[in-house]
């Protein structure tokens, strides 16, 4: 399947969807017109009311579920930043080496090398 047919792949910005949050706004205006104006016959009315509350119920959500994407897309890019921060202090960040308070660290000594003994004849 290529990637532009699949069901999560984004839509291109030449796509429109079918019906947009303006043109709701527009058709609900007019019917809303209509009903206040009386410019449809009575028996038609109680449709009319059913239009405009389904118009303005489907406007709303729409606007909701547009700011929730808004939301959630900041949000995730909020984090991949943090995320970003985060690794860029971790690979600046050297810990220092644990050594025990115990005992000093001691070099160790080859058998086979050659040493010359140092003394301190100052005295």
Same mark, same amino acid.
């Given at each position: 399947?290529?990637?532009?047919?699949?069901?999560?792949?984004?839509?291109?910005?030449?796509? @429109?969807?079918?019906?947009? @949050?303006?043109? =709701?706004?527009?058709?609900?205006?007019?019917?809303?017109?209509?009903l206040i104006g009386n410019g449809i016959p009575?028996?038609?009315?109680?449709?009319?009311?059913?239009?405009?509350?389904?118009?303005?119920i489907s406007y709303l959500g729409i606007a909701?579920? @547009?700011?929730?994407?808004?939301?959630?897309?900041?949000?995730?890019?909020?984090?991949?930043?943090?995320?970003? =921060?985060?690794?860029?202090?971790?690979?600046?960040? =050297?810990?220092?080496?644990?050594?025990?308070?115990?005992?000093?660290?001691?070099?160790?000594? @080859?058998? +086979?090398? +050659?040493? =010359?003994?140092?003394?301190?004849?100052?005295?």
């Amino acid at each position: 399947m290529h990637p532009a047919q699949s069901s999560k792949a984004k839509p291109s910005a030449n796509e @429109r969807p079918l019906i947009s @949050r303006s043109t =709701i706004v527009i058709l609900l205006s007019y019917q809303a017109g209509m009903l206040i104006g009386n410019g449809i016959p009575t028996t038609l009315s109680a449709m009319m009311y059913l239009a405009v509350t389904v118009g303005l119920i489907s406007y709303l959500g729409i606007a909701l579920v @547009r700011q929730e994407s808004v939301r959630r897309r900041e949000a995730n890019k909020h984090r991949q930043i943090a995320q970003r =921060i985060d690794r860029r202090i971790q690979a600046h960040i =050297i810990d220092p080496p644990v050594q025990s308070p115990k005992a000093p660290i001691q070099p160790k000594l @080859r058998a +086979d090398a +050659d040493f =010359i003994p140092v003394v301190n004849n100052w005295a």
